[in-house]
């Protein structure tokens, strides 16, 4: 195999020394080149088919990432449905002339504890509040009272329920503070 080297000098701005670059040129038997430049050709096609499946699968990730958040809540959406279902049931019992109030409010009190049972299911739980030490990360303080019977900065009354998802705070609690 015949090597011939070629030697040239470059002279960077700002730096006044020389480098030296060295090239090289090579001779190979035709038969070894027309290898090699097939060898290439195969490669690049590979690389291209390879990066068109990867930009499908993108697209096909992307897509069913789409469908999963469109329908994500389905399954919560049909137990509400169940409930409002039993809801619809109640207000039309109350409606009729033969009401049994008692029975009424029974129903509405069966409807209340399947859908806390539902949301402790999803991991939705409530912040206690009542009687407990103000804290800001999970009770908004909308009103202050006196209360010398209680240490300040205590919740005297939860005017709104907050609530916990997976214990991450999605509704503060709205509470009624007292002071001295």
């Known amino acids: 195999m015949e090597e011939h080297i070629h030697e040239h000098k470059d002279n ?11 090239e ?3 001779t190979i038997p035709e038969s070894e080149y027309l290898k090699l430049k097939d060898e290439t050709q195969q490669l690049q096609d590979k690389v291209l ?23 994500a809540n389905e399954g919560i959406i049909i137990e509400l449905l169940n409930i409002l279902d039993d809801l619809e049931r109640t207000v039309d019992l109350a409606d009729s002339n033969t ?8 129903g509405v009190e069966m409807i209340l504890a399947h859908l806390y049972d539902m949301l402790k299911v999803h991991g939705i739980k409530p912040i206690e509040a009542q009687g407990k030490i103000f804290d800001p990360h999970f009770h908004e303080a909308l009103m202050q009272t006196e209360n010398k019977d ?9 005017l709104q329920k907050g609530y916990l998802l997976n214990d991450r705070v999605i509704r503060t609690s709205k509470v009624k503070v007292s002071k001295k």
């Open 150 to 158: 209680l240490p300040e900065h205590t919740v005297v009354e939860e």
């Open 49 to 71: 088919r390879l990066q068109a499946d990867f930009e499908n699968t993108r697209k096909r990730q992307e897509k069913d990432k789409q469908e999963f958040v469109k329908f």
């Open 24 to 26: 090289k040129t090579m």
């Open 99 to 106: 009401a049994d109030w008692p029975a009424f409010l029974k």
């Open 12 to 22: 960077y701005e700002g730096n006044h020394k020389d480098s030296h670059k060295e």
